[in-house]
C-alpha cells in the first residue's frame, strides 16, 4: 500500500526564518497531495494542497513543490510567525483507492517557531 | 466559513460498552469520513462513506464499528463493544463532489476507554 514518509519529526526555527518539510510517497500514481496543521486539542486543518499537474502552488506564506519524478513533496512556509507553531502533516491517497478518498498520513512534524 | 461539527467533545465509557460518537459534516459534502489520532501518533483512516454505504474501510474498522447517516445532516461512528485500544481521538471529515477533493476536519471526539 501507500507509504508517506515525513521529515523532519522535529523542526525549530527563529521567528522570520523559512521552514521546510518533505514528505515522500510510494505511488506514482498518486494524484493529490494535502497538507494539514494541527493545533493542539483541535483537528487537522487543510492549509494546501496540490495535484499532480502542477509543480508548485502558493498561497502567501505558504507554498508547496511537488516532484513527481522523485515522487516527493515539500511544504515551504516563509516568513515564520510564532501561530505558526504546531504539527503539520503531508497526506497522499494509497494506491487503488479509486475515488474512494482515503488519505494515509505522514508521522507528523513538530514545528517550534521561537519568537 | 462552514465547518465539520463532532459531539461530544470528549466520552469517557466502560470497557465493553457501545459507543456513538455524532458528527455533523459540511451541508453541500458528499464524501464523509473517520479517522482516528492515538495520542501522540499520525491520523489514521478508517472508513469513507458515499451515497449512503461504505466505499472503503480498512483493517482497524472490524465488525464492531459501523457507521451510519441516518439523516440528512448527521453521520455517527458506533463502536458496539469497546475495547482499552480503541482509546483515541476519533476525527470527522467531509468532502465535496468527488472523492479527490478537500477534506475538511471537525476538531474530534477523544475517546477513553476505562
Known amino acids: 500500500g501507500e507509504n508517506v514518509e515525513q521529515h523532519p519529526s522535529t523542526l525549530s526555527v527563529q521567528e522570520g526564518d523559512s521552514a521546510v518539510i518533505k514528505c515522500t510517497y510510494s505511488d506514482s500514481a498518486s494524484n493529490y497531495f494535502p497538507w494539514y496543521k494541527q493545533e493542539l486539542g483541535k483537528g487537522p486543518q487543510l492549509i494546501i494542497d496540490i495535484r499532480s499537474n502542477v509543480g508548485e502552488k502558493k498561497d502567501q506564506r505558504i507554498a508547496v513543490t511537488l516532484n513527481k519524478t522523485a515522487k516527493h513533496f515539500s511544504l515551504h512556509i516563509t516568513e515564520t510567525q510564532p501561530e505558526d507553531s504546531a504539527v503539520y502533516f503531508c497526506a497522499a491517497p494509497p494506491p487503488g483507492s479509486g475515488n474512494t478518498g482515503k488519505l494515509i498520513f505522514g508521522q507528523g512534524t513538530t514545528l517550534q517557531v521561537k519568537p | 466559513e462552514p465547518e465539520v461539527t463532532q459531539t461530544p467533545s470528549h466520552q469517557v465509557t466502560q470497557m465493553g460498552q457501545e459507543v456513538i460518537l455524532r458528527c455533523v459534516p459540511i451541508?453541500?459534502?458528499?464524501?464523509f469520513y473517520w479517522y482516528r489520532q492515538i495520542l501522540g501518533q499520525k491520523v489514521e483512516f478508517l472508513v469513507s462513506?458515499?451515497?449512503?454505504?461504505?466505499?472503503?474501510k480498512s483493517e482497524i474498522f472490524d465488525d464492531q464499528f459501523s457507521v451510519e447517516r441516518p439523516d440528512g445532516s448527521n453521520f455517527t461512528l458506533k463502536i458496539r463493544s469497546t475495547k482499552l485500544e480503541d482509546s483515541a481521538m476519533y476525527f470527522c471529515?467531509?468532502?465535496?463532489?468527488?472523492?479527490?477533493?478537500?477534506?475538511?476536519f471537525g476538531d474530534g471526539t477523544r475517546l477513553s476507554i476505562l
Open positions: 451541508s453541500n459534502h458528499l464524501y
Open positions: 462513506f458515499y451515497n449512503n454505504e461504505i466505499s472503503e
Open positions: 471529515a467531509s468532502g465535496g463532489s468527488y472523492g479527490d477533493q478537500p477534506q475538511h
